[in-house]
């Protein structure tokens, strides 16, 4: 895992967390849900090659 994904990652949350709060004070509570929950779904989709690669070397390593 490159330190790039985590960078990243980090810069995401921020500005997650950001846009969150700014949306809260200005009452609008469902767009920060949503804004927070594509922030999970962003990241997630950024993480599923790492998974896929990990699970594969689980597989060669036991041989399965």
Request: net charge neutral; proline share 2%; aromatic share 10%.
């Amino acid at each position: 895992m490159s330190v790039e994904i985590i960078i990243k990652i980090a810069a995401l949350g921020i500005v997650v967390a950001l846009l969150n709060q700014v949306l809260k004070h200005a009452g609008r509570d469902d767009q920060a849900f949503f804004v927070t929950l594509a922030g999970i779904i962003v990241v997630l989709t950024w993480l599923v090659p790492y998974f896929t690669e990990l699970f594969s070397s689980m597989q060669r390593l036991f041989g399965l």
